[in-house]
Each structure stands twice: as structure tokens, then as C-alpha cells.
């Protein structure tokens, strides 16, 4: 029996190897990630529209891009209700969507560094600064709730899109799927970690009052 204390998990670098290790994500799972972007980056259009379509179909998640967003210099929404696809606000937030995609197919699963960007995406969302870019903008803060369903959201796309593609086999897809499968299951972690975390802290404040 492997031993893992629960403070070690507070190490990204120890939580990330419990993970994989848990799930089970081999060099196999990468490798499949990385063969399926051909077929991922060709849809890449598709399944951003399709969230952000899902995303400004609710008040609850539309909200969260009236503000300005970080780097946007454009013209911003009065409300919510202005948001449509083709806002040039949104296509903006549609481009890092298309960004994260496409490294979620070609990251190097092997290097510290593609697990800190996945991280960092998880942290941004709480309206701490998980980039650099972002310590001197105004704060993102989406709550868990819409970040883990989206996530199951884009999952579902993205396995239907593998299901039924013409040209791959039956072992490729089943590989696939299990890869996109594991890898969001982590990201999904790397997102509750830092509400979690929050959490407690509000808790611990409380009782201390």
C-alpha cells in the first residue's frame, strides 16, 4: 500500500503525481491526446461556439463577460443581453478557448510546466492571478459550479466528436476517449482545489471571530 499524507497534496508537483497515478494517465494517454489533434483541430471552431453558446444561453454565466475583459481593448456589453457569438468581447474570450483546446492535445504531459498552466487555469477563475498577465488587471471570478460543468460540457463534445469520426478505429477511439476522460478529471481537480482551499480558509477566519 502506497502511503500519501494529505499535506503532501498541497505540493501541485506531489498532487499531480497522485492523480495520474490514481487514474492511471500513462505516457500511453498523452500520446493518444497527441494523435487525436488532428482530428481535435479541425472542431476547434466548432465546440467554441458551441460553449460559448451554451455559456451566454444562462444570465448566471453571460454575466461573467460584461466586464472588461483582460487584454480587451475593445468596446465592452452594457449587459448581459448584448453578448452574442459574434460580440468582439466574446470572440476574444473565444480565441483563449481555442488556445486551451489545442493544448489540451499537445501539452508534454511529461514537463512540470504543462500541469502549472492547467493549474494556473484553475486559479485564475477563483479572481486570484494564476498568470502573470493578469496581477495588475481587474479580477475573473467564476464560481465552481459553472467551471465543473462546463468541463463536462466540453468533455461530452468532445467524446461524441470522437464516437462518431469517420476514420478512426475502434481501438483509436476508445484510447482517445479515455485520455479526454483523464485529463479533464485532473483539470476538473485542478479547479476545485483552489475553491476548496478558499473555502477552508473562510471557514477557519469564521471560528476564529
Same mark, same amino acid.
Given at each position: 500500500?502506497?502511503?500519501?499524507?494529505? %499535506?503532501?497534496?498541497?505540493?501541485?508537483?506531489?498532487?499531480?503525481?497522485?492523480?495520474?497515478?490514481?487514474? %492511471?494517465?500513462?505516457?500511453?494517454?498523452?500520446?493518444?491526446?497527441?494523435?487525436? =489533434? !488532428?482530428?481535435?483541430?479541425? /472542431?476547434?471552431?466548432?465546440?467554441?461556439?458551441?460553449?460559448?453558446?451554451?455559456?451566454?444561453?444562462?444570465?448566471?454565466?453571460?454575466?461573467?463577460?460584461? !466586464?472588461?475583459?483582460?487584454?480587451? %481593448?475593445? +468596446?465592452?456589453?452594457?449587459?448581459?443581453?448584448?453578448?452574442? /457569438?459574434?460580440? !468582439?468581447?466574446?470572440?476574444?474570450?473565444?480565441?483563449?478557448?481555442?488556445?486551451?483546446?489545442?493544448?489540451?492535445?499537445?501539452?508534454?504531459?511529461?514537463?512540470?510546466?504543462?500541469? %502549472?498552466?492547467?493549474?494556473?487555469? #484553475?486559479? $485564475?477563475?477563483? #479572481?486570484?492571478?494564476?498568470?502573470?498577465?493578469?496581477?495588475?488587471?481587474?479580477?475573473?471570478?467564476?464560481?465552481? &459550479?459553472?467551471? #465543473? &460543468?462546463?468541463? #463536462?460540457? +466540453?468533455?461530452?463534445?468532445? &467524446?461524441? =466528436?470522437?464516437?462518431?469520426?469517420?476514420?478512426?478505429?475502434? *481501438?483509436?477511439? *476508445?484510447?482517445? $476517449?479515455?485520455?479526454?476522460?483523464?485529463?479533464?478529471?485532473?483539470? *476538473?481537480?485542478?479547479?476545485?482545489?483552489?475553491? &476548496?482551499?478558499?473555502?477552508?480558509?473562510?471557514? =477557519?477566519? =469564521?471560528?476564529?471571530?
Amino acid at each position: 500500500m502506497q502511503h500519501i499524507s494529505e %499535506e503532501s497534496l498541497n505540493d501541485l508537483s506531489t498532487r499531480i503525481q497522485y492523480l495520474r497515478d490514481f487514474i %492511471e494517465f500513462t505516457p500511453e494517454d498523452a500520446a493518444a491526446l497527441h494523435a487525436s =489533434a !488532428p482530428v481535435v483541430g479541425p /472542431l476547434v471552431p466548432v465546440v467554441v461556439d458551441a460553449v460559448y453558446k451554451k455559456l451566454l444561453s444562462f444570465d448566471v454565466t453571460a454575466k461573467s463577460f460584461v !466586464p472588461r475583459q483582460t487584454g480587451y %481593448e475593445g +468596446v465592452t456589453p452594457t449587459h448581459a443581453s448584448d453578448l452574442t /457569438l459574434e460580440h !468582439p468581447q466574446i470572440k476574444f474570450r473565444k480565441d483563449f478557448l481555442a488556445g486551451y483546446l489545442v493544448k489540451l492535445v499537445t501539452l508534454d504531459y511529461s514537463k512540470p510546466s504543462s500541469w %502549472e498552466y492547467l493549474n494556473k487555469v #484553475g486559479l $485564475m477563475h477563483t #479572481g486570484q492571478s494564476g498568470f502573470v498577465h493578469r496581477k495588475t488587471k481587474p479580477s475573473l471570478r467564476v464560481e465552481y &459550479i459553472h467551471c #465543473g &460543468i462546463l468541463l #463536462g460540457y +466540453v468533455q461530452d463534445i468532445l &467524446i461524441n =466528436a470522437v464516437i462518431t469520426h469517420p476514420d478512426l478505429d475502434i *481501438n483509436t477511439k *476508445n484510447a482517445v $476517449m479515455r485520455a479526454v476522460n483523464k485529463v479533464v478529471w485532473i483539470q *476538473n481537480d485542478l479547479f476545485a482545489r483552489h475553491y &476548496i482551499a478558499e473555502t477552508e480558509a473562510l471557514a =477557519a477566519a =469564521a471560528s476564529e471571530a
